[in-house]
């Protein structure tokens, strides 16, 4: 019987992208999958098929993590249904990008409200809550590094993550609970690709040494270890899951 049997995840932003692929690893890992989204109700739904044909167990839950009261409920329909939550992937986000000079006040709070206190919001719940031996797993990014133009809101909630990974590893004391933190590289899914040129998606293809764009599998590989038993003593870390961009 595999470890994580029995064991209760919420991923945030799981209908589609790297959340997706996430839940589904996780679901193949044997654990219950909570796939949550925003609005798109026919993905999350298709992603829990998948977990289900291959043989796993999963519940959609819709909430927009920028409403504390929305997550709030989220994690109480968790514990109604399964009694408690082990492991939180904090995996929701957005990216708008612009230079600073053509940023609207829109395209700032829009990324904070999401990215930072989307996270902050998940991550109290499951400061509170989430079991002994449970895993916390943060996405953040690689511009956390890079900062390159035109990502300062994005880059600058990223790093907000980072800190609070951080400092939640250290208030989780006495608990054996894990809080780390993933930073993908370019990814293949709809918030990397949309609205960018094919050549500058190509030229961002090559910057790695490993000379590709990582797929959601690829992330998704890196929080099956974190989540995992073999991830145990990895805590307070940022894993850039990048192909070697930096
Ligand atoms: N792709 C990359 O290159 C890359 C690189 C580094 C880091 N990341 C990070 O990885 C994470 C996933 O990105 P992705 O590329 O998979 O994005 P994506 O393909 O655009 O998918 C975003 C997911 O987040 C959900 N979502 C958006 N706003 C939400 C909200 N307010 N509440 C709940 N769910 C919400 C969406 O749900 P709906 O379907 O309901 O809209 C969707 O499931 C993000 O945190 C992103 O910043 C991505």
């Given at each position: 019987?595999?470890?994580?049997?029995?064991?209760?995840?919420?991923?945030?932003?799981?209908?589609?992208?790297?959340?997706?692929?996430?839940?589904?690893?996780?679901?193949?890992?044997?654990?219950?999958?909570?796939?949550?989204?925003?609005?798109?109700?026919?993905?999350?739904?298709?992603?829990?098929?998948?977990?289900?044909?291959?043989?796993?167990?999963?519940v959609?839950?819709?909430?927009?993590?920028?409403?504390?009261?929305a997550?709030?409920?989220?994690?109480?329909?968790?514990?109604?249904?399964?009694?408690?939550?082990?492991?939180?992937?904090?995996?929701?986000?957005?990216?708008?990008?612009?230079?600073?000079a053509?940023?609207?006040?829109?395209?700032?709070?829009?990324?904070?409200?999401?990215?930072?206190?989307?996270?902050?919001?998940?991550?109290?719940?499951?400061?509170?809550?989430?079991?002994?031996?449970?895993?916390?797993?943060?996405?953040?990014?690689?511009?956390?590094?890079?900062?390159?133009?035109?990502?300062?809101?994005y880059?600058?909630?990223?790093?907000?993550?980072?800190?609070?990974?951080?400092?939640?590893?250290?208030?989780?004391r006495?608990?054996?609970?894990?809080?780390?933190?993933?930073?993908?590289?370019?990814?293949?899914t709809?918030?990397?690709?949309?609205?960018?040129?094919?050549?500058?998606?190509?030229?961002?293809?090559?910057?790695?040494?490993?000379?590709?764009?990582?797929?959601?599998?690829?992330?998704?590989?890196?929080?099956?270890?974190?989540?995992?038993?073999?991830?145990?003593?990895?805590?307070?870390?940022?894993?850039?899951?990048?192909?070697?961009?930096?």
């Amino acid at each position: 019987m595999s470890a994580n049997q029995n064991k209760v995840a919420i991923v945030t932003g799981a209908s589609r992208g790297i959340g997706a692929a996430i839940a589904e690893r996780l679901g193949k890992d044997g654990f219950t999958v909570i796939v949550n989204y925003a609005g798109n109700a026919a993905a999350a739904e298709d992603v829990i098929r998948k977990i289900e044909q291959a043989g796993g167990k999963a519940v959609t839950a819709q909430a927009d993590v920028a409403d504390a009261d929305a997550v709030r409920h989220m994690f109480d329909g968790a514990q109604a249904t399964f009694g408690g939550v082990d492991v939180l992937v904090n995996n929701a986000g957005i990216m708008r990008l612009a230079t600073l000079a053509d940023s609207d006040d829109a395209l700032f709070d829009q990324q904070v409200a999401i990215n930072l206190k989307g996270s902050f919001n998940t991550l109290r719940e499951a400061a509170k809550r989430l079991r002994e031996g449970g895993r916390i797993i943060n996405l953040s990014s690689s511009v956390v590094g890079l900062y390159q133009p035109t990502y300062a809101a994005y880059a600058a909630t990223k790093a907000g993550v980072e800190a609070i990974t951080h400092v939640l590893s250290k208030e989780l004391r006495g608990r054996n609970i894990t809080v780390n933190a993933i930073a993908p590289g370019p990814t293949a899914t709809a918030l990397f690709l949309d609205s960018k040129p094919q050549a500058v998606i190509d030229n961002l293809a090559k910057l790695a040494p490993l000379e590709r764009l990582g797929q959601p599998e690829d992330i998704a590989a890196a929080v099956s270890f974190l989540a995992g038993p073999d991830g145990g003593w990895i805590n307070g870390q940022v894993l850039r899951a990048n192909g070697g961009i930096i």
